[in-house]
């Protein structure tokens, strides 16, 4: 599938909308917890970070798969 196309699905602004809430609910949430809830305040922004980074390469994957995108950009590529 070409990412323009799959992009103009009906379906693109729902799996934006699961992704980006469940990412954000998920930090808020580690962030709170971490903060009220945790000897150490800090460790909520790091759990945060560590899951905003498995995200990252989820979606990553997720491109791979299906657009042969590279996992990694290209030292060529300038458009990071």
Known sequence: MIKEQFKNKWYYL???????????????TLTLLGWYGGDVQIAGFVWSVGLFAIFWFIKKIFYYFMFRDNILPNKKDSSI
């Open 14 to 28: 729902l799996i934006l909308v699961l992704y980006w809430g469940s990412l954000l609910f998920i930090c808020i």
